[in-house]
């Protein structure tokens, strides 16, 4: 890859990572060509991308659906995370236009499970991936449209925490939500379950670096088409 290469992604996940941000998306071009899977990283540890780094010369921020032109050095993978690439941060990010979501449907990924199951934290549910299956995965991105969706609020050692519940090919799952938008509008609500009755929902997953007990953690990165 050239020393900036500039690459046109639709945003499909933009949340929080360590008080900056993890954005990614699938790369698109004029003739709408769907292509891979593409998260911009930073230089630093853990990969988030700060604020400044993603502003539009507006002075705006990315937003979900928005559609991209963003500089990039080369591919970085991590680990599973075969879609990572290093930004170029000496550039500003451009919106070309925004992608309306009723074509999102061509952008979903076909598959069976949302990598292995079987595993899950105290108060997850399918929620994780252990050290021994992790050799067998190759990305860590998937965008679906859920079967049965729900969003828990709940007390989890001490916080309240907001998760996804939902049902995929005959698979249910429960896992926390880092869409921030979402998470601070359910904040304000009581705990319970809410049935989410938007249609069409969209959900962007995300499979984590490992954390310090090893499990990498699958994330509802974000929600799309709930306002």
Known sequence: MSESTWKTVVCLANSKKNNERCIAGKEFSEKHYIGPWIRPVSERKGGAI???????????????LDIIKIPFKQNRPDLFQSENYLIEPSFKWKKVDTLDIKFLGA?????????SINHSSHYGLNDQVPPECLDRISKSLFLIKPQKFFITVQNEYERTKVRARFTYKENDYKLAITDDRIERKFLRK???????????IYLCISLALPYKDNFCYKLCSSVIGLR
């Open 190 to 200: 009581n705990e319970g379950v809410y049935k989410i009755n938007a249609n069409p």
């Open 107 to 115: 952008f979903c990924d076909n598959i069976n499970s949302l990598w």
């Open 50 to 64: 700060s604020l400044n780094e993603c502003t539009y010369c507006d002075g705006n921020p990315p937003q979900l």
